[in-house]
């Protein structure tokens, strides 16, 4: 099994809201990672979580703020995002073996998120 | 910089031949690589990967090669199929980090 559930599957908001997106893995992974992808162009990595600790930020703005609160639960808090925040919000889990390179990233379905 | 370039943004094949999706890399502390496969509007799907110890792996009609000189790594899939009709992107990570680098995307196109 290498699913990775993600909800809500789309979200429509106001640039006042706070709203979360949740990711989910039951396969034992201990590596969480969250990317944004617009259209036409490769996911960007946003946050990387390695044993529920934040391991890489990539100068991510402050209105997104991950949460890992434990190993098989990943969240995104939004608040007060722009329009051009909008955007297919992916989540993906590895293994993360310490000591191996090849961890392979399994991803979610992902968020459709439109910031009106 | 552009660790990761898929120089070709699409590619139309006909039905039952092969395809062959290309990718150069920049760096050489990537130790292994990945293929993904996408749809419009849902997350990337695992298709296949290489270790840079190898050259070669294969699973059933998908074979990744790997050229560590060049840098390049291809994707081949034979026969082709229509479900194959899909966005296809190439990754890389090195071992000492946990970035996944991903390459522009080639949109394949395989037609009856």
């Known amino acids: 099994d290498t699913e990775v559930t993600q909800t809500p599957k789309h979200l429509v908001m106001g640039m006042t809201n706070k709203k979360s997106l949740k990711c989910e893995q039951h396969?034992?992974?201990?590596?969480m990672y969250w990317y944004k992808q617009k259209a036409k162009k490769p996911p960007e990595l946003m946050f990387v979580?390695?044993?529920?600790?934040?391991?890489i930020n990539e100068s991510v703005p402050s209105r997104f703020s991950p949460e890992c609160p434990n190993s098989s639960l990943l969240n995104l808090h939004l608040h007060a995002l722009q329009p051009e925040d909008s955007a297919l919000y992916l989540c993906?889990?590895?293994?993360?073996?310490?000591?191996?390179?090849?961890?392979?990233?399994?991803f979610g379905p992902g968020t459709r998120l439109t910031v009106l | 910089d552009q660790q990761v370039k898929q120089n070709s943004p699409s590619l139309s094949v006909q039905e039952g031949r092969i395809s062959i999706l290309n990718c150069d890399y920049t760096?050489?502390?990537?130790?292994?690589f990945l293929w993904y496969k996408k749809y419009p509007a849902e997350g990337p799907t695992f298709l296949i990967s290489?270790?840079?110890?190898?050259d070669k792996n294969e699973d059933g009609r998908f074979t990744v090669f790997l050229n560590k000189s060049a840098k390049h790594l291809s994707l081949h899939i034979v026969p082709s199929q229509p479900g194959d009709s899909a966005v296809y992107f190439c990754?890389?990570?090195?071992?000492?980090?946990?970035?996944?680098?991903f390459g522009t995307g080639t949109r394949l196109q395989v037609f009856p």
């Open positions: 990754a890389a990570s090195d071992s000492n980090t946990d970035k996944l680098i």
């Open positions: 760096n050489s502390m990537f130790d292994y």
């Open positions: 993906a889990s590895s293994q993360r073996r310490i000591g191996t390179s090849t961890d392979t990233q399994y």
């Open positions: 396969m034992g992974h201990r590596a």
């Open positions: 979580y390695s044993y529920e600790k934040l391991s």
């Open positions: 290489i270790s840079s110890i190898k």
